[in-house]
């Protein structure tokens, strides 16, 4: 079964400072991974999904991820951080099962902005 | 309206009642989901839905009942809930079910079971 990793609950940074968050995933095989944002009390955006094309992948709001198969990775990437960047943010796979495909979540990355 | 949305926003329920959580997307999709979301545990996917046939059931204990009498609706309906069940219900939708699709989440039902 696939999993993903997220290293860091939480990641402070200041305003105008490179926020990365990092991701890594389990599978062999290469699969689709995506970035969500989470703001209080709002459901799941999403930011940017790898789909097996190019490996460096450009998103919304700035941020921007590449796929790095030896590494098993998907960090997130943003060269300035916005205050507005504050939020939670989740990596996902998307994995099959029986008949469906399925996102499996990583357990989340808290992103303080600080002034 | 537009997106996904889902109602209530809050509930508070005893651990004998019996509720109903609401998810309505306006997006023409096919695919509707429904996932839990505890404090300090990655979102688990609980129930897949595929142009009506639920496709995915996740070990999902029988006291959490989906229904999907459309593309557009789907209902949780609760039942003798624990208070483990506590979380927020997030519900999302995508064109259909398969990996080009991207999924588009409602701004989730949080629950409390006292």
């Known amino acids: 079964a696939q999993s993903v990793t997220q290293l860091g609950s939480h990641v402070s940074v200041s305003e105008g400072a490179l926020v990365l968050l990092r991701c890594n995933y389990s599978?062999?095989?290469?699969?689709?991974l995506f970035w969500y944002v989470q703001y209080p009390n709002q459901g799941l955006q999403l930011l940017l999904k790898?789909?097996?094309?190019?490996?460096l992948v450009k998103g919304i709001n700035g941020f921007e991820a590449e796929f790095k198969k030896s590494e098993t990775s998907f960090h997130l990437t943003k060269p300035s951080a916005h205050m507005s960047d504050a939020a939670e943010y989740f990596c996902?796979?998307?994995?099959?099962?029986?008949?469906?495909?399925?996102?499996?979540f990583g357990k989340g990355t808290k992103l303080s902005v600080i002034p | 309206e537009t997106g996904v949305t889902q109602t209530p926003r809050h509930l508070v329920m005893g651990m004998t009642n019996k509720k109903s959580l609401k998810c309505e997307q306006h997006?023409?999709?096919?695919?509707m989901y429904w996932y839990k979301q505890s404090a300090k545990k990655p979102l688990e996917l609980m129930f897949v839905?595929?142009?009506?046939?639920?496709?995915e059931n996740n070990s999902v204990p029988s006291r959490f009942s989906p229904e999907c009498p459309n593309s557009s609706h789907l209902f949780l309906h609760l039942h003798t809930l624990q208070p483990e069940d506590s979380a927020l219900y997030l519900c999302?939708?995508?064109?259909?079910?398969?990996?080009?699709?991207?999924?588009?989440f409602g701004p989730g039902t949080r629950l409390l079971v006292l």
């Open positions: 999302a939708s995508s064109q259909e079910a398969s990996p080009r699709e991207t999924q588009y």
């Open positions: 599978s062999s095989v290469p699969p689709y």
């Open positions: 790898y789909t097996s094309a190019a490996t």
């Open positions: 996902a796979a998307l994995s099959s099962g029986a008949g469906s495909y399925q996102l499996t």
């Open positions: 997006l023409g999709h096919n695919a």
């Open positions: 839905y595929n142009f009506k046939e639920q496709t």
